[in-house]
């Protein structure tokens, strides 16, 4: 089975650029444990695909390598930041891919491209080989065009792994059996309140709607759910990811591999660190930089790194109260369908909100998924589903339902829409 | 850097800390002895290749994560318990940003707020008064690689073309040991260290080379005005940090230095500024580092690809239960059952005998023949051959056996020396070079009377002085007897034996 890997996973005998100049000619001397595990399960790596430097971005046009486009409408974006995961997928350049997702870079691609796209709980796939953006919040998972796919897919690189401390020791939830078992009778479905309204796209909203009754009717109960923390996510999610990237970004320094600039002979070591990252990060990734650098500076931290841990303890609160009266937590994927490449490049905080949905699962560490269900003026609509932490077999189990019950009605899977490229 | 606007009149120490009381905390990083580093398995063996024990994990490569090394928690733990500190049921590690080519990943893994171990003490015997140290911290870090400037005349980064950096050393796991200011003299910063030392030598939990840099220390100096009688004490003052002394030598004489010219400074009313210095062996005096007026802002936040450390009681207890004897436990036990003095112990200690010495007392010898057996003839045999006395070829059973034969008298010390030579040159144990050598002592009646006879006859003259009542002209006679025998007799029985043919 042939595999799209994001090019921030190593891969011996490929380069890893994470979408950076910095990383240029870096043949990295290991596989991540995710290659190596789609190694053992003989699947084929196709290649590295396309992604916003070091995984910042909502758009893939943050890419020293140029911007991927999304095969639904070739002027515009395919998320991010596994955009050219999802855009190959959508593509049929590749039946699964790999992404991966520190505030929503598989779920959002895979809505705006019509895919199936998994966050996994956090600790459930090995970061080993992860180049880390945000350590915290990083997780790898699938892009795939179906439910089943991505649970197979899933199933693959799922599970314990002493190389990561961050790893959970504990048996992968039965992912491919739900996705099989499509039900969704007796289930306690919640509509998080806090996920809708003003900023969504009346489009994107009608179909969200549309899926919800759909599963109701499917024997679902409805309920609606407040998580009333979720409105400081995205300020918390800007402050911890950045401060973790400074840090985690800091080893590029041209000392060891990749891009050097400035060594004349004459330059001191810091000065062609200095110049190094100066030619080597783009302005997105600079910018996420200075940020978490302040944002962790002595006299600051308290009021701002400290502060976003409360919130996120106060949405994984949240969380845990709403499980405790649902199985799931539903949403829409994403405020809008796909906008147009150049959109909103130089509006970074419009960029940001397309993340809103998605930010609250990664600052719990809880599972979550984006399944299409249908489309908005032409272009896809992705549908979020969360579930407690370890319980991502409910959102195969919801997914698959749903999935079912939308080509039964249409007659034909969503991708079959898509336009001829 | 700037010059002082007033020239300083140094003074004499003694002067000095009659006027200031020095007030000193020390910092000592010792690199743990695990067989693996930190967080990864490469080897921590001292003097490899360079850049031959390293992996991704260790040089920071993208995408590598840690995992910590059990081994390095419990040999902390070991010294947070021999410490008196407390271990901590929950802590976490830090990241401690700052950019350096010899830090692979441009953050050590270093633990900032919430330590392993705190709130100890070790106490500390200088000249029979114990001074009591307190321990605030004991923590873990990784170790950075080593930096070569190469170019220079001085080996350091000025003045240097390139560097090249060594990533071996880079994760090998430290502990950082943190004292409270409890320390007042350079004698006491010196007998700390050493102290330090010697419990983690016990501990076996690094080999504490401080030549390697096994065991570094940084000294913080200050000093404040004594108090009148009945006022209090003054707050302290600007302290100086001399980073990385590499012997006990060094601490004691940084210290010293230290202390001497912030009173010269104090005494012109400049102020001292807090900074970082390094010492220079040669000229005994400290110099001000690369001072950054505003102190580095490390960034510090919790390392996120490492889980928070929960140790549990039962864990730590067992690791205590595990602790071997200790330097000040073993210096009481060994006051009480061989009535050997402080000053014997530190004697024995810094001849590196201690061990050897109880192990030939519990072969059956006499603590004080052991003691003088190892601390005289074979301390000095270990010099000569430069290697230390654990290094000789001669087991403690085997010296045991030498004062057994020189209790029974088979064996004069000069004898003895003989055999240990025998010994030492692998002619086998002491009773096979006895044999072979015909060393033991003549008992043999007829033949020493024979000789008596004979030294009497060769000398008269002597002979009639002895027997006119001059005991003490005796001694060429004995000489003579002795070399008739080649030294294979006890010298006193020759002489009372003499006496009596003479009749006096
Ligand atoms: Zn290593």
């Known amino acids: ?421 | 850097m700037s010059t002082p606007a007033t020239v300083l009149t140094t003074p004499a120490y003694d002067d000095a800390v009659a006027r200031y009381e020095p007030v000193i905390g020390l910092e000592t990083h010792v690199e743990l002895g695990t067989a693996s580093k930190m967080f990864c398995g490469c080897s921590t063996a001292f003097g490899a290749t360079p850049n031959s024990q390293v992996c991704p994990v260790c040089l920071g490569l993208p995408g590598a994560l840690p995992v910590i090394n059990e081994a390095a928690i419990r040999f902390a733990v070991m010294i947070g318990l021999a410490l008196n500190c407390q271990i901590a049921s929950w802590c976490r590690f830090a990241r401690k940003n700052y950019f350096y080519p010899d830090m692979p990943k441009n953050f050590q893994i270093s633990q900032y707020d919430e330590p392993l171990c705190t709130n100890g003490w070790l106490a500390v015997e200088v000249e029979g008064e114990v001074h009591r140290v307190g321990i605030t911290r004991v923590h873990l870090e990784e170790d950075t690689g080593k930096s070569l400037h190469v170019g220079g005349a001085t080996g350091r980064i000025h003045g240097a073309t390139h560097s090249l950096v060594d990533y071996n050393r880079a994760g090998i796991p430290l502990v950082e040991i943190v004292t409270e200011p409890d320390v007042r003299s350079p004698e006491v910063a010196r007998a700390y260290v050493e102290e330090l030392r010697e419990l983690c030598r016990s501990l076996a939990v690094s080999d504490v080379r401080m030549e390697q840099g096994s065991l570094r220390c940084d000294a913080n100096v200050s000093l404040r005005l004594r108090p009148a009688p009945g006022e209090p004490e003054a707050p302290f003052g600007t302290r100086s940090e001399t980073k990385n002394l590499n012997s006990l030598r060094s601490v004691e004489r940084a210290v010293r230095s230290e202390i001497i010219r912030q009173a010269a400074l104090l005494d012109a009313g400049e102020r001292v500024v807090q900074e970082t210095r390094h010492f220079d062996e040669a000229s005994g005096r400290t110099s001000s580092g690369r001072s950054k007026e505003e102190a580095t802002d490390y960034r510090y936040f919790p390392e996120p690809d490492l889980a928070p450390l929960a140790l549990s009681r039962e864990y730590v207890e067992a690791v205590g239960a595990s602790l071997p004897e200790l330097p000040s436990q073993r210096r009481a036990r060994l006051i009480a059952e061989h009535g050997f003095s402080g000053r014997d112990l530190v004697d024995m200690g810094n001849a590196g005998v201690l061990e050897l010495v109880e192990q030939t007392i519990a072969a059956g010898a006499t603590a004080a023949a052991a003691r003088k057996w190892w601390l005289n003839e074979l301390a000095r045999r270990a010099a000569d051959a430069g290697v230390t006395p654990a290094e000789l070829a001669i087991q403690p059973v085997q010296v045991a056996r030498v004062i057994e034969l020189i209790a029974e008298g088979s064996l004069t010390d000069a004898l003895a020396r003989k055999v240990i030579d025998g010994v030492l040159a692998g002619e086998g144990g002491p009773d096979e070079v006895v044999a072979a050598r015909g060393l033991a002592v003549v008992t043999d009646d007829s033949a020493l009377s024979a000789a008596v006879d004979t030294a009497i006859a060769a000398a008269p003259d002597i002979a009639d002085k002895v027997r006119s009542g001059k005991l003490n002209a005796v001694g060429p006679l004995v000489g003579a007897v002795m070399k008739a025998m080649k030294g294979q007799a006890d010298a006193a029985t020759v002489r009372s034996l003499l006496l009596e043919r003479l009749g006096a």
């Open chain 1, 1 to 421: 089975m042939p595999l799209a890997l994001k090019d921030v996973l190593t891969a011996r005998g490929m380069p890893t650029t994470c979408g950076s100049r910095i990383l240029e000619g870096w043949y990295p001397p290991y596989d991540a444990t995710v290659t190596a595990r789609l190694r053992a399960a003989d699947v084929v790596i196709l290649g590295k695909a396309n992604m916003d430097e070091f995984a910042m971005g909502s758009s893939t046009e943050n890419s020293a390598y140029g911007a991927t486009r999304n095969p639904w409408d070739l002027a515009r974006i395919p998320g991010g930041s596994s955009g050219g995961s999802s855009a190959a997928v959508a593509a049929f350049e590749a039946p699964l891919a790999i992404g991966t997702d520190t505030g929503g870079s598989i779920r959002q691609p895979a809505a705006v491209c019509g895919l199936v796209g998994v966050k996994p709980t956090y600790g459930g796939v090995s970061r080993y080989g992860l180049v880390a953006f945000s350590s915290s919040l990083d997780q790898a998972g699938p892009l795939a065009r179906t439910v089943t796919d991505a649970a197979l897919l899933h199933a693959a690189i799922a599970g314990h792994d002493p190389l990561d401390s961050t790893s959970v020791d504990r048996p992968v939830p039965p992912v491919v059996e739900a996705a099989a078992r499509r039900e969704v009778p007796g289930m306690r479905i919640g509509v998080v309140r806090e996920l809708s309204g003003e900023g969504y796209e009346p489009g994107v909203q009608a179909r969200f709607d549309e899926a919800v009754a759909l599963l109701a009717q499917l024997g679902a109960e409805i309920v609606e759910v407040s998580c009333p923390h979720f409105d400081y996510a995205l300020a918390a999610y800007y402050l911890i990811a950045p401060s973790e990237c400074s840090s985690n970004l800091a080893r590029f320094d041209a000392m060891r591999y990749g891009l050097r600039i400035g060594d004349d002979g004459e330059a001191g070591a810091e000065e062609v660190m200095s110049r190094t990252r100066d030619v080597g990060f783009g302005p997105e990734v600079k910018r996420r930089i200075i940020l978490g650098t302040y944002a962790l500076s002595s006299g600051y931290y308290d009021a701002y790194y400290g502060q976003a841990q409360k919130v996120r303890t106060l949405i994984s609160r949240d969380f845990s109260a709403a499980f405790e009266r649902v199985d799931v937590l539903v949403s829409p994927t994403t405020p809008t369908v796909a906008f147009p490449i150049g959109a909103k490049v130089d509006d970074p905080i419009a960029m940001y909100l397309n993340d809103l949905c998605t930010i609250p699962a990664n600052l719990a560490g809880v599972p979550a998924m984006s399944v299409p269900v249908g489309l908005s003026d032409g272009l896809p609509v992705g549908f979020q589903i969360m579930a407690p932490a370890f319980a991502d077999d409910r959102l195969y189990q919801v997914g698959g339902a749903l999935e079912a019950a939308l080509d039964a009605r249409r007659g034909h899977s969503l991708l079959a829409a898509a336009p001829a490229l």
